[in-house]
């Protein structure tokens, strides 16, 4: 498809659980970024990959968050021993570049956790 | 700290009429704003966006107004049509920073018949 993909769309786990969720973004796009938006909250930024620089990981809630990028395409984010807080929308963008151009990040659907 | 502010968490406005959503910050570093709309079960898709050199950005129905010295922006939808009816999301971020937007917690606008 043309747009971002993630999955799964929905996932429900028990609490102590590790969970993958993963996105791929549109072909070419060199920028990706994970937010996510927990109830009432607004988007929270997360982490971000450009390229081959070093990813900006000052957003990762806890050192249980991680995130990879690899081939500079597909990128999974990682919640270990999940948290009853880390229940939350968790989307991925991704953009052409970000040199202080438009800002447009093109988001996908993004991934329902609920940590029960 | 909320340094995005979207006090109103819902809107109502009949078709046809003006919809103002607003957005104040707190970052005086902010240079660059966007909004952002959702629907449900959807991602959010680029609305407008609007530089802090200009006080006015114009894209057909939708024109966001920046106020600097009051660090406010506000986005008028006019005229207002149902499929408006979305969360409407205020964004911003500040140039050396370029891999974050910082969101407001969003607006839902919702346009009746």
């Known amino acids: 498809g043309a747009g971002v993909s993630q999955s799964p769309s929905n996932k429900v786990t028990e609490k102590g659980k590790d969970v993958e969720l993963r996105c791929d973004p549109i072909s070419g796009h060199t920028a990706l970024y994970w937010y996510r938006q927990s109830l009432g909250q607004g988007l929270e930024f997360l982490i971000y990959?450009?390229?081959?620089?070093?990813?900006?990981k000052s957003g990762l809630p806890s050192d249980r968050f991680s995130a990879e990028r690899t081939g500079g395409s597909v990128s999974t984010l990682t919640i270990q021993r999940t948290q009853q807080e880390d229940s939350a929308v968790y989307l991925c963008?991704?953009?052409?570049?970000?040199?202080?151009?438009?800002?447009?990040?093109?988001f996908g659907e993004g991934s329902r956790l609920t940590v029960l | 700290d909320q340094q995005v502010k979207q006090n109103s968490p819902s809107l109502s406005v009949q078709e046809g009429r003006i919809s103002i959503l607003n957005c104040d910050y707190t970052n005086s570093m902010f240079d660059y704003f966007l909004w952002y709309k959702k629907y449900p079960a959807e991602g959010p898709t680029f609305l407008i966006s609007?530089?802090?050199?200009?006080d006015k950005n114009e894209d057909g129905r939708f024109t966001v107004f920046l106020n600097k010295s009051a660090k406010h922006l506000s986005l008028h939808i006019v005229p207002s049509q149902p499929g408006d009816s979305a969360v409407y999301f205020c964004a911003a971020s500040a140039t050396g920073t370029a891999s974050k937007l910082t969101f407001g917690t969003g607006t839902r606008l919702q346009v009746t018949l």
């Open positions: 963008a991704s953009s052409l570049r970000w040199a202080g151009g438009t800002g447009e990040l093109f």
């Open positions: 609007i530089s802090s050199i200009k």
């Open positions: 990959f450009q390229g081959n620089s070093a990813p900006d």
